[in-house]
């Protein structure tokens, strides 16, 4: 099993940016693909971001894309997501999530499903 603790959330104003980051602890040499989803409030889940644990191979939501950037550092077993001119339609609670499942490399997992295990959240609240 994996276990992920997300953290770097807050409230912060329109224009500014956060970064969260999602560390990995257990089976960590079983991961083959993180990604962040987020929720906002009355909202289902939604993709926001994936990559590869090589660090290929990243994908993005059509809403983030040139905002958002995810990395991973596989030596602390840890992902990141830099998020820069958030908007309030940015808010929710983000969730990273990963899978050991393989994939070909230009497959992309954008789908709850497609993930095996999650963190338990972290909250982003951007003001107007």
């Known amino acids: 099993q994996v276990q992920l603790v997300e953290s770097g959330g807050g409230l912060v104003q329109a224009g500014e940016s956060l970064r969260l980051s999602c560390a990995a602890s257990?089976?960590?040499?079983?991961?083959?693909?993180m990604g962040w989803f987020r929720q906002g409030p009355g909202k289902e889940r939604e993709f926001v971001a994936a990559i590869r644990w090589n660090g290929e191979n990243t994908d993005y939501a059509d809403a983030v894309k040139g905002r958002f950037t995810i990395s991973r550092d596989s030596s602390k077993n840890t992902g990141y997501l830099q998020m820069e001119s958030l908007k309030p339609e940015d808010t929710a609670a983000y969730y990273c999530a990963v899978t050991s499942s393989v994939y070909p490399s230009w497959y992309t997992l954008r789908e709850s499903r497609q993930y095996d295990y999650w963190g338990q959240g972290t909250q982003v609240t951007v003001s107007s």
């Open positions: 257990g089976r960590t040499s079983s991961i083959h693909r």
